[in-house]
């Protein structure tokens, strides 16, 4: 998860990591609460990232879902982010570089009511200069024998993070709500539709990234609203020969203005129960914010040095690996999987990262 | 955001799930035809701290955000 | 003094009625009485399986596929159960509706068991006893009725899977 503040680190200062912990924070909770169905297992992963301005990040994650009774389960994680920076930005101030950990926890509670899931859940993380409180719930329903199912929920999060060098905490508040369709459509095919609105008030400046103001550098400032829409639709597919195709396209927009299409496509082929191997290709392309200059003159109410806030394309390079042995694999039981996979990111602001994922995911016994 | 604006994003959800409630008037798959459907390669997020990673990362280089990593399918077993 | 007579068509609705529920307690007495489906399959050496052949056995019809995590949890328990009544004239019907008979198998190597499986890649049998969900089981008593049936599998459920056999062999043919 950390991951992504080491990328934020990219951009060349430790404060990229409010609001990249922000989102961290945001998706790492719900994520776990928008997959209550994942089969009871441990997992455990392994993420380096390095890109092309010195930043690495070490995340070793691990996860755990189980189902205490027929109709309640548990999912707990927990993970740290190691990172090391010694990018232009921070050596401006750190000459060593810049060092962070990230600390992180989530737990959540699914309830099954016939059809109906219900799940309650949470997250906390802590590290240098940043603060995450997650609250979230969901809600799902399956219907039509389980070709249709329905969900929604919402997450609450509240940010603090701290300015620096100075140490000022400030406070940022974000929801999110969301509702999904699935719908299996053939025996082969299933399409999900999903919209999701956010709504995130108070500091959302970036304290660490400069850009020019009539000649002078300045922290930039935005405005301490901000509503976002996402509308996603998705598509699986298999194909002859055990291939498989995905496919899927979000179409985003939010009242700074910035729009942005993002659509993927992969094929997977199952050599065997044992093998199979992906390959996937994203492409992201986004209009900048309505208040980003290259450099500003006057007196401009909005400034921005946030690179997510720029116009930029960007391409994304997925190759996957996961491979079940047999017998097991070393000391772990017989259906344990193990995932291999390597990704390379390069966007026009010529940014560039390879990403290496390294995991292993061991069934629990099924009660 | 204007209203107008809003109403049409809604409008468009609304149309989206109408669309959807259509194709389940006509969905036939039968609970035992679900063979293929229960592959790890039809989930929408067969591992959600392989997406909740990758979701990360991305969305920290990246303006837009949110919408993905949902749940739904699979083998439909009780 | 006026006569109170009944009108013939009231004794004939009362007649009626009287049919109805003595069906009803007839057909009550075997629970939903729904006959279970003419049934034959192969199993794994060829061999062509009905399910009427095995009248008056009770039988358990367990449909189930390699991708359904919770059949296969439920196979090996079923498994137990056949050796636990099989002397007493208790089956167990292990339907695999598995598109690819490959992966059936490969699951099926992976188990020491000694109940019947047959194949049913078409689905012909879940189609005929109407199956809902996966996993289903249907116990089907001596009659070829489907007496009761389970959506789902848990361990917690075997005992009452043993109640409902001890009660359906207890009945007489």
Redesign the interface.
Known sequence: MAVSKGTALVGGALASLVAVAAVVMMDGARSHAQEPQSAQSLGLQFHTFVDSRGVTVLSPTIDLGKDFTDRTGLRVGFGVDAITAASDSCARCHEEGANNARVFVNASIVRKYGDTQVSVGGEYSHENFYQATTVSTSISRSLNQANTTVAGGYSFSWNRPQLHPDEIVENQASHSAYATLTQTLTKNTIVQLGYELGYISGYQSNPFLRTTVDGVKMVGVHPDTRIRHALTARLRQALPADTYLEADFRRYSDDWDVKANTWSVGLSKEFSPRVTLSGIYRRHGQAGAYFYEPFYTGSPQYYTADFRLFPFDSNLYTARGIFTPHDGLMMFPAGTALTVQYEFYQSTTKFEAGIFTLGVRMPLPHK | ?TRTTTIR?VL??LA??A???G??AC?T?????????????????P???????????????????????????????? | MTRFTIPATAKAIALQLLVVALATIVLSASGNARMAPAITLPDRDGAKITLESLRGRVVLVDIWASWCPPCKAAFPAYDKLYRSYRERGFEVLAINVDEKRGAADAFLNSQEFQLRVLFDPKGTAPMGFELRAMPTSYLVDKRGAIRFSHEGFTEKVLPQYRSEIEELMAEKP
């Open positions: 955001m994003r468009a959800v989206l799930v669309l959807g409630a194709a389940t969905a798959v039968q609970p035992w035809q679900r063979g293929r459907l229960s592959k790890t390669c039809m989930q929408f997020s591992d959600p701290a392989l997406t909740a990673f990758a979701g990360h990362w991305q969305e920290s280089r990246e303006g837009a955000a949110g919408g993905l990593g949902l749940q739904g399918g699979g083998c439909g077993c009780k």
